[in-house]
């Protein structure tokens, strides 16, 4: 299993660093790398530019879509988990014997819940923002703000990162 799907992936990555797939492969790369599976989306975004440098803006704002879209489907799964765990406690009261918390779960949820949406400003950032959408889900922060603080911070990511390496590495195409 393991193998197979070691080489799904080798093969799906292959396919979208064809040169000819362009924009969509950066789409799906963005899409992918904003779930909870480990992939960053930067090095397709630059190696992209390298080759056609005239597309930053729609190289930009197309890795933003596919980012702010995969964060939209972290939310749905934290707001899918949320609505399964109240549905197995309404029917497993008896097992129930305190909820989840501590001091770090106190402190995250007071912030998380004073901030609102305007903590999805941080999606972007690596290791918090992927679970960070995802906790937003579970918490029922508003779609929609929650959606377009995420839009936000992920296009001032993706529009400083990229022009901070290709500023570092210019060299020519």
């Not at 930053?56 to 399964?84: D, P, Q, R």
């Not at 109240?86 to 998380?112: C, F, M, Q, V």
């Not at 508003?142 to 529009?159: C, D, E, H, Q, T």
Request: aromatic share 14%; with cysteine.
């Amino acid at each position: 299993m393991e193998a197979w799907l070691q080489h799904s992936i080798h093969w799906l990555l292959l396919t979208l660093a064809l040169p000819s797939v362009g924009l969509s492969a950066i789409f799906v790369v963005s899409l992918v790398s904003a779930t909870l599976l480990p992939l960053g989306s930067e090095p397709a975004v630059f190696g992209y530019l390298k080759m056609a440098p005239d597309m930053f803006w729609a190289a930009i704002a197309v890795a933003t879509a596919g980012n702010t879209i995969g964060g939209a489907i972290s939310y749905g799964m934290g707001l899918g988990a949320e609505k399964a765990y109240e549905n197995w406690r309404e029917t497993h009261p008896h097992k129930i014997k305190n909820k989840a918390g501590g001091r770090w779960h106190d402190y995250i949820s007071y912030w998380l819940h004073r901030l609102g949406p305007r903590a999805l400003l941080f999606s972007w950032m690596p290791l918090l923002g992927d679970p960070l959408c995802a906790v937003a889900g579970w918490l029922k922060l508003p779609f929609w703000p929650s959606v377009m603080y995420m839009a936000i911070g992920k296009f001032l990511r993706y529009a400083g990162m990229t022009s901070a390496l290709l500023w570092f590495f210019p060299g020519n195409h």
